[in-house]
Nanobody, 124 residues
Framework: QVHLVESGGGLVQAGGSLRLSCAASGSIFRINVMGWYRQAPGKQRELVATITSGNTTNYADSVKGRFTISRDNAKNTVYLQMNSLKPEDTAVYYC??????????????????WGQGTLVTVSS
């Protein structure tokens, strides 16, 4: 079982910056894709950014040039540096991780899990 702990959310003025962190712990054989999603009030959850184990990144058009996703494989942690924040970035941000576990028969099972979410509020 893998547990994700997110941190770094809060209240910031428009134009400000925040850095989110998400640390994975538990029975992890390998972590594949790590990502951040967000859900604003009354809206569906949407992709913000993802990063592969090879550090290939993907961003939503709305955050390109402002947000940077990175990871520390030694710490099983993914980060989201958010700059030039806008009121429309206000949402609950969720960490998502694709990971592999090694089973007793030496096979690998690929699983996915979500963090509990951290609230980011950007005031105008």
């Amino acid at each position: 079982q893998v547990h994700l702990v997110e941190s770094g959310g809060g209240l910031v003025q428009a134009g400000g910056s925040l850095r989110l962190s998400c640390a994975a712990s538990g029975s992890i054989f390998r972590i594949n894709v790590m990502g951040w999603y967000r859900q604003a009030p009354g809206k569906q959850r949407e992709l913000v950014a993802t990063i592969t184990s090879g550090n290939t990144t993907n961003y939503a058009d709305s955050v390109k040039g402002r947000f940077t996703i990175s990871r520390d494989n030694a710490k099983n942690t993914v980060y989201l540096q958010m700059n030039s924040l806008k009121p429309e970035d206000t949402a609950v941000y969720y960490c998502n991780v694709d990971y592999a576990v090694l089973l007793s028969d030496a096979t690998v099972n690929i699983l996915n899990t979500w963090g509990q979410g951290t609230l980011v509020t950007v005031s105008s």
